[in-house]
C-alpha cells in the first residue's frame, strides 16, 4: 500500500477553514484516497474519500492534485468539536491480499480553538 | 440506522485470564473487520471476514487470539490467555458487500489487563 506523510500536529480558530495535508506520493492508479478521523474516546468516523476528482460533501471538502500525489482535507468552518486526530489514507481497489484494507499512519492531531 | 455495536465498552482483566468482545455490524453489510488500537498508534486490522468466512487473518496473533462470524452477522473477538501487552482498544467496522466499500466503525471496547 502506498504511505501516506501527514503533519503530527495543527491548529486551527473558530469558525476559520481547516486545511489538513497529505503526501502520497507513491500512490497507484488502483488506490483512492480516504480521510477519517477519531475523537478522543471514539471508533473512527469516515469522512469522505476520493479517487482523481474533486469531492464534497456535508463534512468536507477533498482536494487531490492532478497528478495525484498529495491532496487536502479542507473543513470549511471549523468548530471545537472538530478536535480529533484526521488520518488520511490511501486504500487498494483491486484484487490481492490488499483489497480493500485501511492502513492507518500516524495521523494529524487537529486542535480547533476558541 | 443503528452503527456497529460493540460490547462491552469497557474491561479489565488479570493477565492470563480469557476475555471476549462482541460486535453487532450494521445491518445488511456482509464484510466485518477487527482492529487493534494501542495507545498513540492508528488502528491495525487483525482480521476481515466475508460473511462466515475469515478472508484475511494475517496479522491476528494465532496463538492466543480467536475470532468467529457465525452466520455471518455478529462476531467475537477472543484472547485466551490475555497478556500485559494485550492492554488496547478493540474495534469492529462493517461495510457492505464489496471490500472497497467504505467502513464504518464502532466506538471500540478498551481492555486494560493487569
Known amino acids: 500500500d502506498a504511505k501516506t506523510t501527514q503533519p503530527t500536529s495543527m491548529d486551527c480558530a473558530e469558525g476559520r477553514a481547516a486545511n489538513l495535508p497529505c503526501n502520497h506520493s507513491t500512490i497507484s492508479g488502483n488506490e483512492y484516497v480516504y480521510w477519517y478521523r477519531q475523537i478522543h474516546s471514539q471508533g473512527p468516523q469516515y469522512i469522505i474519500h476520493g479517487l482523481k476528482n474533486n469531492e464534497t460533501n456535508e463534512m468536507a471538502s477533498l482536494i487531490i492534485t492532478e497528478d495525484r500525489k498529495s491532496s487536502t482535507l479542507i473543513l470549511p468552518h471549523a468548530t471545537l468539536r472538530d478536535t480529533a486526530v484526521y488520518y488520511c489514507i490511501v486504500r487498494w481497489r483491486a484484487g490481492g491480499t490488499s483489497y480493500g484494507k485501511l492502513t492507518f499512519g500516524q495521523g494529524t492531531i487537529l486542535t480547533v480553538h476558541p | 440506522e443503528a452503527g456497529v455495536v460493540q460490547s462491552p465498552r469497557y474491561k479489565i482483566i488479570e493477565k492470563k485470564q480469557p476475555v471476549a468482545f462482541w460486535c453487532n455490524p450494521i445491518?445488511?453489510?456482509?464484510?466485518l473487520y477487527w482492529y487493534r488500537q494501542n495507545l498513540g498508534q492508528g488502528p491495525e486490522l487483525l482480521i476481515r471476514?466475508?460473511?462466515?468466512?475469515?478472508?484475511?487473518d494475517s496479522q491476528l496473533p494465532k496463538d492466543r487470539f480467536s475470532a468467529e462470524r457465525l452466520k455471518g452477522v455478529d462476531s467475537t473477538l477472543k484472547i485466551q490467555p490475555a497478556e500485559l501487552g494485550d492492554s488496547a482498544v478493540y474495534l469492529c467496522?462493517?461495510?457492505?458487500?464489496?471490500?472497497?466499500?467504505?467502513?464504518?466503525f464502532g466506538p471500540g471496547t478498551r481492555l486494560t489487563v493487569l
Open positions: 467496522a462493517s461495510s457492505g458487500a464489496r471490500s472497497t466499500d467504505t467502513q464504518y
Open positions: 445491518s445488511g453489510h456482509n464484510t
Open positions: 471476514y466475508e460473511n462466515e468466512e475469515a478472508v484475511d
